[in-house]
């Protein structure tokens, strides 16, 4: 099962849901006009997502919302002190 799993999530990361479509082809099953129009849209927008993703403005946006966050945590901390934390309690 987990062999068949892995199967499965490689050949979508690499070919997309037609993979997959493909499988069910060679199992004897029939892929309808709708199968292969879902397969199309879910690889549009995962292909688009992974773009997004990718894109220097995004990947700058995310590393300054990550800092923006570490030093609202840092002022915190400083304000009130470590709340929880090993050995806190003695």
Excluded: W
């Excluded at 493909?22 to 004897?28: T, Y």
């Excluded at 995310?62 to 090993?86: H, I, K």
């Amino acid at each position: 099962m987990i062999e068949l799993a892995n199967f499965l999530a490689v050949s979508t990361f690499n070919d997309g849901f037609h993979s997959i479509l493909k499988m069910v082809e060679v199992m004897g099953m029939v892929v309808g006009s709708i199968a292969e129009e879902y397969a199309v849209q879910r690889d549009d927008s995962r292909i688009k997502q992974a773009e997004k993703r990718h894109a220097a403005s995004s990947k700058e946006g995310r590393t300054a919302q990550r800092q923006a966050t570490a030093s609202q945590q840092a002022f915190f901390e400083e304000v009130e002190g470590v709340l929880y934390g090993p050995g806190i309690v003695d």
